[in-house]
């Protein structure tokens, strides 16, 4: 039987790559996110690939996933593949600058919306057994405090302990989880972040020789393709070029 995965926040960056490299493979593609121009042109691209069910969504708004989920073609079902990819940063400023409202996006695209999801695919997850996983989109961030990350941080930080709390109880049932927290990665990310800053994007990036999304959708093909018997629990991938730093001291004037 051929694999289906359900990628949100296929529209860009990790979630688009992965959904051009299971493609490639020949898995049925379950492709979402808020913006239809971009989901259509996904299905013009990959079409004569394999079979692609898109469909709007904003996994904020747990009515929508449920009607999404209840609504899904039979012949895309059971789903083998769950990428909980959609999320964002805001507001990377320090925390006393930024505005609540940012938080309330985070916590609820990276938080409440990945559990929404979540808890809507169980059973289609459950019901293919030996085979499936559930890939979370965490963070660096989620393990390794940095100035500006306040609560974006901390929502990978939830990530990462559902991940591992959804292991406890779906032992016995055959569907894998893993964190896979990515450091340094070139996407939309930063654009995002900025709110539409090209140049501080362009800025990050530069010189830096980041991750791109195709190495992210790389390492999301091998996840759920291992061996049933295998669990990768967190895959933590950086560039290179990237590393820890010393602890910062403010020292007195
Ligand atoms: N790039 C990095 O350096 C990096 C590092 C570590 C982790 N990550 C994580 O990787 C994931 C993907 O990010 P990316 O780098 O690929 O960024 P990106 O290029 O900005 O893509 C983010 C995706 O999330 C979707 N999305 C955002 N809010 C959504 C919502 N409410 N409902 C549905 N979809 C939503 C966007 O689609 P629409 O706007 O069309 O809805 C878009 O497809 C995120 O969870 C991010 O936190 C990124």
Redesign the pocket.
Known sequence: MTSTVFI????????RAAAHRFAKAGWKLIL????QE?LDTLQQELSSLTDVYTHV????DSTAVNAVVEALPKDFLPITSLLN?????LAPQAAQNVDLSDWHTMID??IT?LVNVTHALLPSLIETGAGASIIN?G??AGQWPYPGSHVYGASKAFVQQFSYNLRCDLLGTGVRVTDLA????E???TL?RTKGDQAASDALYEGANALS?DDIAEQMFYLATLPPHVCINRLEIMPTTQAWSPFTVKRQS
């Open positions: 949100t926040g296929a529209t860009s960056g990790f979630g979402c996110g808020r913006r971009r969504l904003d996994v904020r990819n959609a999320g964002l940063a695209t990276n919306g989109v963070s660096i990515p450091g340094l990665a996407t939309e990310f995002v999304a």
